[in-house]
């Protein structure tokens, strides 16, 4: 009897241990950002949260600055199961498709980090964003949004009658259309450029990134203008994973890392938030003009910006997100 009753405890071990082998998930995630930066660190802290919520049972290999392919082709490598999951954004696949410009920046669309999630939370935002990841094999898990970007400039730039005939860096893609639609002079150019060119006066301003990151750039060293609070610009940074991979992951997996991309957001927006107020503080004491935009101004913008999303929305994907973005812009009061 004695015999039998270790032999079945021994079974029991052996069942709980194949059970705990079978449960365990270990990611390959890639993200555009360094370790060191605030965003890289605020990575590791969801990298922590995971391991230690799943009990170990989730395990990250992070890999930082793109360090395996371009921050461009990470998508591809998830999707393909180089990596397990791509942690950039989904402005990168415009080329794929121009539907993933709004899930990466609708670009003049909502005014706060909070509106934004509340389209893809309560809006219906999820699983339209959902219907377009899963046709190119891939889960999408969810955003951390840093915030409001502002531009740099050594014109005022008061209003969108300030826009014609700037001549200023900007991004690939709609954000070219929009500021055309305002006379503008967008030129395209690597985001390492943008100093020298300020330097130089090759340009007069800059679409970067928001006001702390332009600060610690060094930009307004340079010019002596920007906006705040920004309207613009928001890119949305996305968790995506290899939907095979995904699929196969117990519920409880799959449980932590959503509501941990959940804290991922509201740490990011909350420190990036912080982190702009104290920037604007700084600049204001040294003698930047910050151009704070009226309402009446805003929607000038924001309209320049829905005739850019028309032209842009060339798929049925494309057309299905505009749509779904405009219905809950309007229900917020900011389009008619």
Known sequence: ??????????????????????????????????????????????IDNVQTMSGGEISIEMYYSSSVVSSVETFDAAATGVLD??????????????????????????????????????????????????KYDMQFIGWWIPGMESLSSSKPIRNAEDFKNWKFRSPPGMATMIFDNLGASPIVMDFTEIFTALETGIIDGADASNIATNVSLGLYDIV????????????????A??????????EAHRRIMNVAMESLAFQTSMQVGKGMTAAASKLRGEGVTL??????????????????????????????????????????????
């Open 224 to 239: 002596k203008h920007t906006n705040y609070p920004g309207f613009h610009s928001m890119p949305s940074d996305h968790l």
């Open 1 to 46: 009897m004695k015999l039998v009753k270790k032999v079945a405890y021994a079974a029991g071990i052996a069942a709980m241990a194949a059970t705990t082998a079978s449960a365990a998930t270990n990611l390959r995630i890639q993200t555009h950002f360094s370790e060191e930066s605030p965003n890289g660190k605020l990575a590791a802290q969801f």
């Open 85 to 134: 999951c791509d942690m950039t954004g989904g402005a990168y696949q415009t080329g794929k498709n121009p539907a993933f410009q709004f899930v990466g920046d609708i670009m003049g669309g909502y005014d706060s980090p909070w509106d934004q999630y509340s389209w893809l939370y309560n809006g219906g935002g999820y699983d339209a964003a959902q219907e377009l990841y899963n």
């Open 291 to 336: 151009h704070d935009w009226s309402p009446a101004d805003r929607a000038s913008f924001r309209a320049a910006a829905q005739a850019a999303w028309s032209d842009f929305a060339t798929t049925p994907e494309a057309k299905a997100l505009l749509a779904s973005h405009v219905t809950y812009l309007k229900e917020l009061g900011l389009v008619d």
């Open 241 to 250: 994973c290899n939907k095979a991979v995904w699929d196969g992951m117990p």
